[in-house]
């Protein structure tokens, strides 16, 4: 689930200039439709199983090998704008690290992923960041730890790993989420989370290049609109990240905003 106190982002809504650039529909002159994100860690802690679960929406109990990197493309739509994830999914043996970590460049997101009901997978998963960061700019990524198989041990086994879980997460600046992707629980909320947070940085990242030509005049005409931000309020439909498609309705928490409103997800 995800924890307000192990948050990176507290904030109500999108940055402003964000919300500015795509409520006049000129977003599609600026390229930031598009996030890769890794995903890392030790071998069988579910890295595949939470892509699969959020993708697919499936489970599969028979463990099998990710070799060198497995790749998926989720597609959303974020206050009204197409937008993707590539998840990359890198395998964990030793023996094919050399091969995934050369996938591991240009990341603008890097989920470590470790075994809630394994401290050994916690505790390598400091280095699995710190392969991951070799190749990537600290300050332009945005950092995950998700701890799996939330539906396994005592509550008490998991809050002690989970301690230790925030404690790192708050000493390597990542994000902790705790999820199971044989329920489902969380994993749907935590993608969403990524979607949302890589979207926004993606977009400010595209801004700041791009210079007033692009990004100047869209925000002055929207600066008195959002000059309270974050404290002002936002309608629930603003904060909602959608994923478009032919496809039942469910009702999930905006993990943006800690508010509650309908999304859909695409049935691939």
């Avoid at 197409?82 to 023996?95: I, K």
């Avoid at 240009?106 to 392969?131: K, N, P, Y």
């Avoid at 309705?249 to 905003?257: K, M």
Wanted: glycine share 6%.
């Amino acid at each position: 689930c995800f924890s307000p106190t192990a948050a990176l982002h507290t904030k109500e809504g999108f940055h402003p200039q964000v919300k500015a650039v795509c409520q006049v529909q000129r977003a599609s002159s600026i390229s930031f439709n598009i996030a890769k994100v890794i995903v890392v860690g030790d071998v069988a802690v579910g890295k595949t199983c939470l892509i699969s679960r959020f993708c697919k929406d499936a489970f599969d109990k028979n463990y099998k090998a990710t070799i060198g990197v497995d790749f998926e493309m989720e597609r959303f739509e974020v206050l009204g704008v197409p937008f993707s994830l590539q998840l990359w999914d890198t395998a964990g043996q030793e023996r094919f690290k050399c091969i995934a970590s050369t996938y591991y460049r240009g990341a603008q997101a890097i989920i470590v992923v470790f075994d809630l009901s394994s401290a050994t997978s916690l505790t390598h998963a400091r280095q699995w960041l710190e392969d991951a960061m070799k190749e990537n700019d600290p300050s332009s990524v945005l950092l995950f730890l998700v701890g799996t198989k939330k539906d396994l041990g005592s509550p008490d086994q998991l809050a002690q790993v989970e301690r230790e879980a925030i404690r790192l997460s708050e000493e390597i600046k990542a994000e902790y989420w705790a999820v199971s992707a044989k329920s489902g629980d969380g994993v749907r909320d935590f993608f969403f989370r990524v979607a949302s947070l890589t979207f926004e940085a993606n977009v400010l990242s595209e801004l700041e290049k791009s210079g007033p030509r692009h990004g100047g005049d869209i925000i002055s005409e929207w600066q008195t609109v959002f000059n309270l931000w974050p404290s002002a309020k936002r309608p629930e439909k603003e904060l909602a990240v959608i994923v478009r498609g032919a496809c039942k309705q469910a009702h999930q928490q905006d993990v943006l905003s800690g508010m509650f409103t309908a999304a859909t997800k695409q049935a691939l």
